[in-house]
Each structure stands twice: as C-alpha cells, then as structure tokens.
C-alpha cells in the first residue's frame, strides 16, 4: 500500500518541476491547449446535431405513438453524448501526447538531465517521423484497449448497487492504469522500451502506477484541469520510469525526490539504448 502514496508524490513532484521551469511548463501548455480546442469543437458539434443524427439513425420510431418517440430518441442521444465524452477522458491524453511529441521529448529529456548523477538522458537514435509512427501505433493499440474496459464497464453499470458503487470505482483505476502508461511512454519510448514490455513493467508495480495515474484520471474530470496539469504529469511520470527501471536519480530535485522503491520485475530486461 505504501507504494500508492508514492505514485502520487511522483505526481506532485512532476508538477513542482515544471512549476520551477516556466519555459518548459509554457511550451508543454501548447499541444493540451490545441487538442482542447479540437475536442471542444466536436463535442459543440455533436451537441448541436445530435439529435437530428439520432432521428435520422431510428426511422422505425416514426410511427411510435406519442411521447415514446421523444423519450426514446432523447435517451439515445444523451447515451451518444456520454460516450462521446467518455472516449474524449479516454483518448484525451493519447491525442495530446502524439500532437505534443517533440514538446514533451524535450521536456522529458530535460527531466532527465536534471535528475541524473552524469548529467545525461537517454536518446531512442531514431528520427522523429519513426518516433511519431512509433507513438501513434502504440497510442491506437492503448486507445483500443481502454475501449474495451470502457464498454465492459459500461454494461457492468447496469448490475444494480454494483453499478453505481464497485464499478466507477474500477473504471478510475483502470483510466489511471492506461494514462500512466500513456506519460511514462514518453520516458520509455527513448529508452527503447516496447508496448509490450512496458504494460509488463507497469503490472509489477501497479499499486505504484494507480497512486500515480487514479489522482490524475480524477483531476482530468474537471474542465481545462488536464491542459494544466500535463506538463507535470509528463515530469513526474519520466522520474516514476527511472524508478521503475531502477535507475539513480539525483541533481536538482535531490532534496525533494522519492526514494526509489526497489527494481522491476527481474524478468524484465531494460534494452540498450540504440540497439
């Protein structure tokens, strides 16, 4: 259980970095501000035709007699925009980190520097275009599974007293699992760490990875709240990956830094950078 309060000062800690870095926290703001506007867009959008796309979708409920036809398309469209701002929490940080890229490579890379003993941060030696295709497929692979949760919990809500009560509490640990997994890729992805491996690494710690990602999963419900917290979050999930890879950390952080905890699961082989 120790390992939860943990995650959650690597958390606190990633926003007390960038709160000391202002350039850094500005150019991180950029790629959450314009995925915010491209989500906001679609939401207006489908608020506003929703309901004629719900109408035209259910021609066999013409003919129902008077008020079913109103209810039932209400309900539907309602259904429509529930999932439609779930799939937003859920793809949110995938579409922020992907615009991002080069913005929080930079960043991550500058977290690095600044808490290793040598000075140094690992480097992936691959070009950029590689890095994005890289990153997209690997978002799309975490977006799918994250859906699938999402329609199991969904149908699971339904089950009375278990859906209002067990189930939401599930689906914040599991979106906190996957947005983990999402911001230490970023970490990761340079110290040439597969999809695979990964998920693997972060099911050794998960009570680490919860700590972690269930406070920001929580947070990110609030409007605008994910756009201002991602610069952090991205710091803070790049020293929750030397930690669990166990790596030394020191520098500029040294007096505030969580101790690491103990090394992944020994089956786990960390791959040579540039191999």
Avoid: C
């Amino acid at each position: 259980m120790r390992d939860l309060g943990v995650g959650f000062q690597y958390l606190v800690q990633g926003q007390r970095w960038v709160a000391r870095h202002g350039r850094q926290y500005g150019f991180g703001l950029i790629p959450g501000l314009i995925t915010l506007v491209l989500y906001l867009g679609a939401l207006v959008a489908l608020a506003a035709w929703g309901p004629d796309f719900v109408t035209w979708a259910t021609p066999f409920a013409d003919d129902w007699s008077s008020p079913w036809p109103g209810l039932f398309r209400g309900f539907l469209t309602v259904v429509l925009f529930a999932l439609a701002l779930a799939l937003a929490v859920i793809t949110f940080t995938a579409v922020t980190l992907l615009i991002g890229q080069p913005f929080y490579e930079n960043l991550s890379e500058k977290v690095d520097r600044d808490v290793s003993p040598d000075g140094t941060a690992p480097e992936s030696g691959l070009p950029l275009w590689q890095e994005l295709s890289l990153s997209a497929r690997d978002s799309l692979r975490i977006v799918v599974r994250a859906l699938l949760w999402a329609v199991l919990l969904f149908a699971l809500g339904f089950v009375p007293f278990i859906g209002q009560t067990v189930v939401p509490v599930i689906g914040f640990f599991v979106t906190g699992f996957f947005l983990t997994e999402e911001l230490t890729a970023v970490a990761l992805q340079r110290r040439r760490v597969e999809l695979r491996d990964r998920l693997a690494l972060l099911r050794t710690r998960k009570t680490l990875i919860w700590g972690f990602g269930t406070p920001l999963a929580l947070a990110f419900l609030v409007p605008f709240v994910a756009v201002f917290l991602m610069p952090g979050a991205v710091a803070g999930a790049t020293l929750m990956a030397r930690d669990l890879l166990g790596e030394e950390t020191t520098g500029e952080d040294e007096r505030n830094q969580v101790p690491p905890t103990g090394h992944p699961n020994p089956m786990f082989r960390k791959p040579e950078v540039g191999a």
